[in-house]
């Protein structure tokens, strides 16, 4: 799956224009044992070890806390 953020990704895009290749946040859904789903995210900190560019961290960091939010919220 694809998690984008329309007001996010513009902002990323706009601290560094090849991060794009990056966007949307992937998000893996599968099935563990049992009963059991298991949900994995890209961590959108990834970002900033790829481009040092002004303003992307924070742009990562509220991405992360996005996710992590949902991921918590299952």
Known sequence: L???N???AP???N???QIGLLLPCNVAVRA???DTVIVDAMDPQ???Q????????????????KLRAA???L
């Open 15 to 17: 601290a560094d224009r």
């Open 71 to 73: 991921i918590e919220a």
């Open 11 to 13: 902002r990323a895009v």
């Open 6 to 8: 329309p007001p996010l």
């Open 50 to 65: 790829v481009s040092d560019q002004p303003g992307l961290r924070e742009v990562a960091d509220e991405a992360a806390a």
């Open 46 to 48: 990834i970002m900033v």
């Open 32 to 34: 563990g044992d049992g």
């Open 2 to 4: 694809g998690a984008c």
